[in-house]
């Protein structure tokens, strides 16, 4: 649905999901740091049911979607794509607040011992200078995936995946006209170099070695299988294809992918734990194009209230730790 500048898009009952997320990321945290510093918690509810990764996966999906969807209503508006506007309101929207969260994680924070965290302040420490520079490159994920969380910034890791996937994702847009093969090109090739590397380690092609397991640790928080899903979602209620949407917005689909969120990571055998993001991904994008997309969905979400803790979800997900 456009707004009334035609420039601009809104979708309904989106702010309510990106609210819900962004509390399901909240609950997970709570419990382990409960767990760490030696409270009662629920750690059995964040193995069991996975809010953590339900709330990162989500918004992957979510952004997937989102960025599709606005890159292919302005190209059908103008015929093509201003990439330096794209990164112009990419920049403004997130690195303020990123940039600001890295500032107090590592000038202010580490002066006030009360909030030093145990258990990663040495990690923390003894990288300092090189964890440092990774974050200022926002590449907060390599710097998770060598070393460990940094106290308080730790979830800046997703961040830093949403903003690589933003580099690249107008480019290739751009270039490639058929924006169907675009999709399936990027997810056929991120699930099979994820494949590629389970396979040589499984098999001994390769050693255990410190470079390999940081690279295989990078790849598997770069999720962009999960944005390619949303992406997809995107194509199809933009392109109008009536064959896929007529399943997605069936009752009995919208309602199956709702029942399951909650077990699916309960009910998954171990051995496909790395692939969990997939199903979820599925059910996510069933998800938002019911509530933001479906005229005739059997559930709104749309009210002031959502709207306005939707918005403010970025924030409540930078400042939470």
Avoid at 160 to 166: A, K, L, N, R, W
Avoid at 179 to 187: A, E, M, Q
Wanted: with cysteine; charged share 15%; hydrophobic share 55%.
């Amino acid at each position: 649905m456009e707004s009334k500048d035609q420039n601009r898009v809104y979708l309904p009952g989106l702010n309510a999901l990106r609210f819900f997320a962004a509390f399901l990321v909240i609950i997970a945290h709570v419990e382990l740091i409960k767990g760490h510093i030696g409270y009662v918690c629920n750690i059995e509810l964040v193995e069991k049911f996975n809010p953590g990764g339900l709330g990162v996966y989500f918004f992957f999906v979510l952004s997937g979607f989102l960025i599709t969807f606005l890159l292919i209503h302005e190209k059908d508006k103008t015929g093509s794509i201003n990439i330096k506007a794209f990164y112009i309101r990419r920049l403004l929207r997130i690195w303020p607040l990123y940039y600001l969260i890295t500032f107090l994680a590592f000038f202010i924070l580490p002066n006030i011992e009360f909030l030093h965290v145990t258990w990663l302040q040495q990690f923390f420490e003894d990288n300092y200078s090189f964890i440092l520079l990774f974050f200022i490159l926002m590449l907060p994920n390599l710097a998770l995936a060598m070393f460990s969380a940094v106290p308080q910034a730790g979830h800046l890791w997703s961040i830093g995946v949403e903003e690589q996937f933003y580099l690249f994702w107008p480019l290739l847009f751009k270039k490639i006209k058929k924006i169907k093969n675009l999709l399936i090109s990027v997810l056929v090739f991120t699930i099979g170099l994820k494949i590629l590397v389970i396979a040589l380690l499984k098999f001994g092609i390769v050693d255990l070695s410190d470079n390999f397991m940081v690279f295989k640790e990078f790849l598997a928080m770069s999720k962009f299988e999960c944005m390619a899903i949303g992406g997809f979602g995107a194509y199809w209620v933009k392109k109008d294809v009536k064959s896929v949407l007529n399943i997605i917005y069936h009752p009995i689909s919208f309602i199956t992918s709702l029942a399951l969120l909650p077990v699916m990571n309960y009910l998954c055998p171990e051995s496909l734990q790395d692939a969990i993001h997939l199903p979820y991904s599925i059910a996510f994008i069933i998800l938002i194009l019911n509530i933001s997309c479906n005229s005739k969905s059997i559930i709104t979400l749309e009210n002031s209230v959502f709207n306005f803790l939707g918005k403010i979800s970025y924030g409540i997900y930078m400042y939470h730790m």
